[in-house]
Structure formats: C-alpha cells, structure tokens
C-alpha cells in the first residue's frame, strides 16, 4: 500500500472523476437558446451574473493576453457547461475552483467538471486564455490606427472572451486593462480605481498601466466595449450632473470639440421625450477606423472618425446619428431585446427620435422621411422580411441583419401606431417602455401589451399585420401614400 497525501489524493480523485464523466457523456456539441436567427447562440442551463475581465494589449500583431471570470447561478443539474468562444486560445479552466476539461465544437468552448454542478447553485468560471484581434473581419476587435476597439454586434463578444453571447443574458461587468505607456484604456461603466502601474511590465517606454472600469447596470455582451490607443478622454456634465466622458484621438481633440459638446444637449432633448437617462454615465467614442457602422455600446457609443472629419455629411445629418445612437441607450441597451428578432424595437425607436430631431432641425420633416419610407416598405420586406420577423444574415455576413425593413420599416411602424392612437397615448407608451422594462430585456408580445393597455384597447389585430405582415397595410390618415408598387393604399 502506498500513502498518498490528502492534497495528491484530492487532485488524483478529481482526474478520475473527469475520466469517469468524459467516459459516459456523449460528444460535445454546440448548442443554443433557440433563437431563431441565430441558433448556436446563447447556451441554456445557467445565468450570468457578472463578468470579470482582465485584458493585457501588447500590439495589434499580438493576441492579449486574458483571463475571465464568470459568476452565474445554475437553472438546472449540469454536466456540461457550454460558453460561447472562437479566436483565443484556452490554457486552463476552473468550475467552482477544481480544474475542468474543456473541448471545442464549432464556436462552442465545452466544459466538462470533475463533478456535475447542481442546479440552482453558484458557478463561477475561470478561463486563463488569450484574445486574438489579428485579421478577423466578422466582428469583435476592431483595430484602429493607434490600438483596438470593440464591435460585438451581433453575435461577436465570443470573439473577444468566452461568455453566454446573446442579449437575453445581461450580467455586470468588471474590467482590468493592462497597456502599455502611453496608451490609454477605456471601457464601459466608471472607473472602479485610479489607473496603476502594472507591476513586472516595464517596456521600452516605460511601465505599462491597468485601468479598471466597472458597469453599474446590467449589460448584454454584445454592447461590451474596450479602447485602448492613443486617446484623450475630454469629461463634462450632462443633465443633472450626469458625467459625460468622450474618448477621442489624442491629435484630434480640438477639431472634434465641435461635436462633443453637442452631446449634454442631445441628452437633454431626449430625457424631455422619454424620461431619465438610464446609466451612469455617457459619451462618444471616436475611433480611428474604418467599419462602415456606428454602434451603441452602453454609455460610450462607437463612432468611426470620418463620420465627422470627412466631407460630404451635413451637420444636421451627422447630429442625427449621434442622437440615434444616444436613443439606443433606452432602446437596445436598458431596455434589450429577447431574442434577434426583436431587433426591431431597438433600430425602429433610434431611427425614430433620429427622425424626430431632424425633423426639429428643419433640415428633413418626419412625414416626408415617412412617407418616403412608405414608398420603399413593400421592397424592403421583400428583401429582409417583416419588421419582427426579419429574414436571418447572409451566410459570412452577419453585419447583413441590418437592413432597411429593421430601421426606416420600422420606425415607420411606430408612426402608424401614432397615426392610429394619437400623439399623446403614443408618448406615453413610449415612456412606459422605457421605465417599466428598465435593465432588463423585453419583447414585440410585451410592446403590443403594454400598447394595447395604454390605448385602452386591444392593437393586436392593428400590430399584427403591421410588424408580421409580407405586405404593407394602409397608413392610417393618409389615404393617399401609395406603396412600393405605386398603387394607392385606401384606408
């Protein structure tokens, strides 16, 4: 007989236990939520809490270096955990402080513990691996002249981190961001400490610095956003004292000075619409890249440069847009959508009030924008289907969701159901929306109730043709729009 001790004899039944549940489980496989655009996204089973995220940037040639934590609490017995996670490579992970094996299958990182987890119990998950930014065009890191930024939507925070990547999952998040001097990191939420020296990694350039920001708020992955380059983080005051933080190129700070200070009037213009801002904190971040898209991350909304150093875009056009990606804060961030399907309510509201403040500016009047979009509705569902039931991306384009029918053919949505309850019920429920489904997630049968309950009658059998239909119906009030066909629509 041969003693072993008890820390030995502990790791050795632990390795036999994972020989034992690799033995009689089957194959790993990819698995998702069921939503219907996107079928490998999400895993069931469990409920993230939090993300902890530490990140260290070398250079754009390099993967970062990583490790995540993950709390969440189990919904049922699991003997698989599955993350979503591509473009990294994993050195080691622990399930509730016991080493685990893990397997890839398709976009899938699979996690098999020495033990199965118990339902309805903590799980926290820690993933030592790294974060590959290197010639990837479908989302997730963005580089940028002068560093990195981050562009997850629709399916791409598993690009950057193993996590449960779909909006029905909100968690808090912490990040610790280690880059080299000179550079400066930022990431959605506030600071949780000063920024500090990095111990053992002095460069060339002198000691690197970990900056570590943490959301106050609930956040879908999708939104998540770290910078890191040469930036200037230029603060102010909103509305109500509410810090206002924008991240620029450090060389273009004055000349986009312009259009930074525009922004606690933005906010000001749309709390008087729809109520208090939701976060803690807001601004712009201007990144020296190229996407071809502005994206709402929550509270530091990503903007390419040129959208303000290029010529050829209005003024009236480019406050548009900032104002369509403030909406979003309210729509798409506190208030997220259930599954991809319901992306609906978050590009039909900010094109919306995008529509609404241009039309404030007396630049582009929202009938006409309206009835243009009226003119195009038919064409646009033909191509990409009805507003809450748009056709899924073309395969290698995920970007490609994003078509008109989810933008103008919904806001235009929204101006039937105006046209039909009137002004005043229609700000309401706007409000109502915005308040009652606050940092959570909210789906097209929740709008049509809270609608219906607001109108003080039942709009499923107005809603319905509207946000399901392959045809466009008559506008309420106007008899005389005709659609994409040319043949009038007769109320």
């Known amino acids: 007989m041969r003693l072993t001790s008890p820390r030995l004899r502990a790791a050795l039944l632990a390795t036999a236990s994972l020989t034992l549940v690799a033995a009689v489980l089957p194959p790993p496989q990819p698995l998702g939520i069921g939503d219907r655009l996107f079928p490998d996204l999400g895993n069931p089973g469990y409920d993230v809490l939090a993300y902890d995220l530490s990140l260290t940037y070398k250079d754009n040639r390099s993967p ?118 000179g550079k400066t990191a930022v990431a959605n939420g506030l600071p949780l400490t000063p920024p500090r020296r990095a111990a053992g990694t002095t460069g060339a350039a002198g000691p690197a610095t970990t900056w570590t920001y943490r959301t106050r708020h609930p956040m879908a992955t999708e939104l998540a956003q770290v910078s890191i380059g040469d930036s200037a983080v230029i603060r102010r005051t909103g509305p109500h004292g509410l810090p206002v ?56 909304s990503l903007f390419e440069r040129g959208i303000f150093t290029g010529a050829g875009y209005p003024e009236w056009y480019v406050e548009s847009v900032m104002v369509h990606e403030l909406a979003h804060q309210w729509f798409g961030d506190s208030v997220t959508p259930r599954t991809w399907s319901d992306l609906w309510l978050n590009e039909g509201h900010a094109t919306w009030y995008e529509a609404l403040y241009a039309d404030g500016l007396g630049k582009y009047s929202l009938e006409r924008r309206m009835r243009e979009a009226y003119q195009r509705s038919d064409q646009w569902r033909a191509a990409g289907g009805p507003p809450a039931s748009p056709k899924g991306p073309e395969p290698g384009k995920k970007i490609s969701l994003f078509r008109p029918v989810v933008y103008d053919g919904a806001a235009l949505v929204l101006y039937a159901l105006r046209q039909e309850i009137g002004a005043a019920a229609f700000e309401r429920i706007q409000r109502r929306w915005v308040a009652e489904h606050a940092d959570s997630v909210a789906g097209t049968e929740d709008f049509v109730r809270l609608a219906s309950s607001e109108a003080g009658r039942d709009l499923t059998a107005f809603l319905k043709p509207w946000l399901y239909g392959t045809k466009t119906p008559p506008m309420p009030g106007h008899p005389e729009w005709s659609g994409g066909n040319g043949t009038p629509k007769r109320v």
Not at 107 to 128: F, K, M, Q, S, Y
Not at 148 to 165: E, G, I, K, S, T
Not at 276 to 293: K, M, R, S
């Open 64 to 181: 970062l270096d990583a490790v995540t934590v993950i709390d969440a609490r189990t919904q049922q017995q699991l003997d698989r955990i599955n993350l979503d996670f591509t473009h990294g490579k994993i050195a080691s992970v622990q399930v509730n402080g016991a080493p685990a094996q893990f397997e890839t299958a398709g976009e899938d990182l699979v996690l098999t513990p020495g033990r199965p987890v118990p339902a309805h119990a903590p799980l926290r998950i820690t993933l030592r691996h790294t974060s590959d930014p290197r010639g990837r065009g479908d989302g997730g890191w963005v580089p940028t002249r002068d560093g990195l930024a981050m562009a997850n939507q629709a399916d791409a925070a598993h690009r950057v981190f193993p996590c449960n990547d779909h909006p029905a999952d909100k968690a808090y998040f912490t990040f610790r961001i280690t880059a080299p001097a």
């Open 245 to 300: 933080r924008d991240v620029v190129p450090a060389a273009d700070r004055e000349r986009l000075e312009p259009w930074l200070k525009k922004t606690p009037h933005h906010l000001a213009w749309m709390e008087e619409r729809i109520g208090p801002y939701p976060f803690e904190t807001y601004g712009v971040l201007i990144a020296d890249a190229t996407t071809g898209f502005e994206l709402e991350t929550q509270t530091l």
